[in-house]
């Protein structure tokens, strides 16, 4: 009886990493087709399209790089009469609210939020609520202060919201720090494996691809429909993607949009935040899993693309069970069943070691 | 890909598939089965997805030859040592063999993944990136 649960759960958990090993093929022989075929077509036509803009940065203590950012906003092709940029002042106690007051005086459009250190630092999302409150504008983006945009960036984020069934737009990070050391070169492996293969290939194929909290942004209509960011929640961001998608409105990747950013360098850095998006993104798993199975609006093809992203980060576990329960099955050869399925393990743990990475 | 015009061109890619093709039987009929699978993996995996990259078919190919050449040794390698590692260290390490042989079958095939990329052109876009 108890080999029997062991070869059950073993065959379980092996069959389940292994749809995440044919998700990964699916994504990136989409994503290689594409790119053959682009190559091939003409470029993409230009759709003049210049809604007004609502910028929204986030900062709490960045006084280090804010100024590098709020320059950059400076230097934006978009134009200005049809864009504001909110930085909201997250309860810094640094130099923050001054850099960013020294270029509100200078620049007409931007504006600083002030938040006090009872009112601010209760999370990303309750900022970008409070800048929403505050801002105008027909689009909302939002940046992360540590992150410096393209110059051009607005118009390819915003040029995907012609489309009036175009909720969200997500662009593309691109880690500048890539050769500083290990951890720095990993999260740039994370990042290209999540928008060039990932999010690209779901855009392609009419998925879902994923608002990651920054260098996106939505339409100011929906968001209020939506009520804005989930303040309660880890993983606003992906909250918010289910959230757009269940209430009709497509994501599109918008892949030419690039900003970069300096990732994160230590190992105790990588840990404490691939732990909050673990975490964010088990959250969201409980919450959307169910609407997503019920939800009329979505394809199958869409419903299982969600799910498997919703728990992508349960995965870790399922490995770990198939493991433990598999060695000792194989070592004392109590199960012929395991010991032919055994081969299948590696291939499977090696196409979801990607599965850690927040896109994946 | 670029079309193979040629006559000595197309038979080198003849031969390049007998290559590929002597590998996987010469892995079933003097190794075992698991090595004739991990290779027909590859062969797969590596036909669906880099021959979508740029390149000739004929490196393409002769890569995927040199694949199949490592993987054999490799496998034919680890069969030696499992057979020789199991008469001298007994049932101990037959069961740690069992257990880590899938996993040490793919490390040349990740390895060599990842090494063949560099056999071929770049996109436009990276050298692009990397000259800024």
């Given at each position: 009886?108890?080999?029997?649960?062991?070869?059950?759960?073993?065959?379980?958990?092996?069959?389940?990493?292994?749809?995440?090993?044919?998700?990964?093929?699916v994504?990136?022989?989409?994503?290689l087709?594409?790119?053959?075929?682009?190559?091939?077509?003409?470029?993409?036509?230009?759709?003049?399209?210049?809604?007004t803009?609502?910028?929204?940065?986030?900062?709490?203590?960045?006084?280090?790089?804010?100024?590098?950012?709020?320059?950059?906003?400076?230097?934006?092709?978009?134009?200005?009469?049809?864009l504001?940029?909110?930085?909201?002042?997250?309860?810094?106690?640094?130099?923050?609210?001054?850099?960013?007051?020294?270029?509100?005086?200078?620049?007409?459009?931007?504006?600083?939020?002030?938040?006090?250190?009872?009112?601010?630092?209760?999370?990303?999302?309750?900022?970008?609520?409070?800048?929403?409150?505050?801002?105008?504008?027909?689009?909302?983006?939002?940046?992360?202060?540590?992150?410096?945009?393209?110059?051009?960036?607005?118009?390819?984020?915003?040029?995907?919201?012609?489309?009036?069934?175009?909720?969200?737009?997500?662009?593309?990070?691109?880690?500048?720090?890539?050769?500083?050391?290990?951890?720095?070169?990993?999260?740039?492996?994370?990042?290209?494996?999540?928008?060039?293969?990932?999010?690209?290939?779901?855009?392609?194929?009419?998925?879902?691809?994923?608002?990651?909290?920054?260098?996106?942004?939505?339409?100011?209509?929906?968001?209020?429909?939506?009520?804005?960011?989930?303040?309660?929640?880890?993983?606003?961001?992906?909250?918010?993607?289910?959230?757009?998608?269940?209430?009709?409105?497509?994501?599109?990747?918008?892949?030419?949009?690039?900003?970069?950013?300096?990732?994160?360098?230590?190992?105790?850095?990588?840990?404490?935040?691939?732990?909050?998006?673990?975490?964010?993104?088990?959250q969201?798993?409980?919450?959307?899993?169910?609407?997503?199975?019920?939800?009329?609006?979505?394809?199958?093809?869409?419903?299982v693309?969600?799910?498997?992203?919703?728990?992508?980060?349960?995965?870790?576990?399922?490995?770990?069970?198939?493991?433990?329960?598999?060695?000792?099955?194989?070592?004392?050869?109590?199960?012929?069943?395991?010991?032919?399925?055994?081969?299948?393990?590696?291939?499977?743990?090696?196409?979801?070691?990607?599965?850690?990475?927040?896109f994946? | 890909?670029?079309?193979?015009?040629?006559?000595?061109?197309?038979?080198?890619?003849?031969?390049?598939?007998?290559?590929?093709?002597?590998?996987?039987?010469?892995?079933?009929?003097?190794?075992?089965?698991?090595?004739?699978?991990?290779?027909?993996?590859?062969d797969?995996?590596?036909?669906?997805?880099?021959?979508?990259?740029?390149?000739?078919?004929?490196?393409?190919?002769?890569?995927?030859?040199?694949?199949?050449?490592?993987?054999?040794?490799?496998?034919?390698?680890?069969?030696?040592?499992?057979?020789?590692?199991?008469?001298?260290?007994?049932e101990?390490?037959?069961?740690?063999?069992?257990?880590?042989?899938?996993?040490?079958?793919?490390?040349?095939?990740i390895?060599?993944?990842?090494?063949?990329?560099?056999?071929?052109?770049?996109?436009?876009?990276?050298?692009?990136?990397?000259?800024?």
């Open positions: 009886m108890i080999l029997e649960v062991a070869e059950t759960v073993f065959a379980l958990a092996t069959a389940s990493m292994v749809v995440y090993l044919i998700r990964h093929f994504f990136t022989f989409t994503v087709r594409r790119a053959k075929n682009t190559t091939k077509a003409a470029s993409a036509e230009h759709v003049a399209f210049e809604p803009v609502a910028i929204l940065i986030p900062a709490r203590d960045e006084e280090n790089v804010i100024g590098r950012l709020l320059q950059r906003m400076v230097e934006l092709t978009y134009p200005k009469d049809k504001q940029v909110t930085v909201v002042n997250d309860g810094s106690s640094d130099n923050t609210g001054r850099i960013a007051d020294e270029y509100a005086k200078q620049y007409a459009f931007i504006k600083v939020l002030h938040r006090d250190r009872r009112d601010g630092g209760k999370g990303k999302a309750a900022a970008m609520n409070a800048g929403l409150r505050q801002s105008i504008g027909e689009i909302v983006l939002c940046f992360d202060a540590d992150y410096c945009p393209q110059r051009e960036i607005v118009e390819k984020l915003v040029e995907g919201f012609a489309d009036p069934t175009v909720g969200a737009v997500q662009g593309r990070v691109v880690v500048l720090n890539e050769p500083q050391n290990t951890v720095t070169r990993l999260v740039a492996l994370e990042r290209i494996g999540g928008y060039r293969v990932d999010q690209e290939a779901r855009d392609t194929l009419s998925l879902t691809p994923q608002f990651g909290g920054t260098v996106g942004g939505f339409r100011r209509s929906l968001l209020e429909r939506l009520g804005g960011w989930d303040e309660s929640t880890l993983a606003e961001d992906t909250d918010l993607t289910f959230r757009t998608r269940l209430a009709g409105y497509k994501i599109r990747y918008v892949g030419g949009a690039e900003c970069y950013e300096e990732a994160v360098d230590n190992w105790k850095a990588y840990r404490k935040q691939r732990y909050r998006w673990a975490l964010g993104h088990m969201c798993c409980l919450r959307h899993s169910w609407k997503v199975i019920k939800s009329k609006r979505l394809k199958m093809k869409e419903k693309d969600g799910l498997l992203l919703l728990h992508v980060y349960f995965m870790p576990i399922v490995a770990l069970v198939s493991f433990l329960i598999g060695v000792p099955l194989v070592v004392f050869k109590l199960s012929e069943f395991v010991g032919a399925l055994w081969f299948s393990v590696p291939v499977s743990l090696y196409s979801f070691v990607g599965n850690f990475a927040p994946f | 890909m670029k079309r193979l015009r040629t006559v000595p061109a197309r038979l080198f890619s003849v031969l390049l598939l007998v290559v590929v093709a002597l590998c996987v039987v010469a892995a079933f009929r003097f190794v075992n089965f698991e090595s004739a699978a991990t290779l027909l993996l590859f797969s995996f590596f036909v669906l997805l880099m021959f979508e990259l740029k390149g000739t078919l004929n490196r393409k190919l002769g890569v995927l030859a040199a694949g199949n050449l490592v993987g054999l040794f490799w496998n034919l390698i680890f069969c030696s040592i499992a057979m020789d590692g199991g008469r001298f260290f007994g101990t390490f037959n069961g740690l063999f069992a257990i880590f042989r899938p996993f040490l079958n793919f490390l040349w095939v390895t060599f993944w990842s090494l063949s990329l560099s056999a071929f052109p770049k996109p436009e876009r990276a050298q692009a990136e990397a000259k800024n």
